[in-house]
């Protein structure tokens, strides 16, 4: 199973940007997925998740500005930011706990991925 994430950019303060992320491979189902963010110097925080029936939770610090989205048809996540400040500067990852299947036919294991992580800078 891969994560590919996409989106991040320089953008000026008040801004925004959109990420997106494709889970692909050997996929079963897809329960949990989320955006995490790791600024320079600070540990990785949740950003924002949703559930495989679309129930969303935002890190106090996004809510009102963040929207967290999901494609189940495509395994597809993506955020929109708005209202961007500056202390949003970070590498944004997605994760996604996926059961997916094995080598041996009708065997599933569960995990959890992570996505490569795409840079997101609010600067003027």
């Known amino acids: 199973v891969q994560l590919q994430a996409s989106g991040g950019g320089l953008v000026q303060p008040g801004g925004s940007l959109r990420l997106s992320c494709a889970a692909s491979g050997e996929i079963h189902t897809i329960n949990d997925m989320g955006w995490y963010r790791q600024a320079p110097g600070k540990q990785r925080e949740l950003v924002a998740s949703?559930?495989?029936?679309?129930?969303?939770n935002y890190a106090d610090s996004v809510k009102g500005r963040f929207t967290i989205s999901r494609d189940n048809a495509k395994n597809t996540i993506a955020l929109q930011m708005n209202s961007l400040k500056p202390e949003d500067t970070a590498v944004y990852y997605c994760?996604?706990?996926?059961?997916?299947?094995?080598?041996?036919?009708?065997?599933?294991?569960?995990?959890?991925?992570w996505g490569q992580g795409t840079l997101v800078t609010v600067s003027s």
């Open positions: 949703i559930t495989s029936s679309s129930s969303t």
């Open positions: 994760n996604a706990d996926v059961r997916y299947r094995t080598i041996i036919a009708g065997f599933t294991r569960r995990s959890t991925f």
